[in-house]
């Protein structure tokens, strides 16, 4: 089984507070989460982020 590049396989989150995306690369299932509180680069402080899918190659938005 061929390893993809991990930039291409994660969780896309968008940052509630300035609306910016970035990738979450963890190996469990975080869709049960409506909303995760993670560090956003752009805000330099953690806030709010919206789950909007998994992004395996290409991005399969959650329902
Ligand atoms: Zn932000």
Avoid: A, Q
Avoid at 46 to 54: A, F
């Amino acid at each position: 089984m061929p390893l993809k590049s991990e930039e291409d396989r994660g969780w896309v989150l968008e940052c509630e507070n300035c609306g910016s995306e970035r990738m979450l690369y963890v190996g469990y299932d975080i869709s049960d989460f409506e909303k995760i509180y993670i560090f956003c680069s752009k805000c330099g402080r953690n806030t709010m982020h919206r789950i909007i899918g998994y992004k395996d190659g290409e991005l399969s938005p959650l329902e």
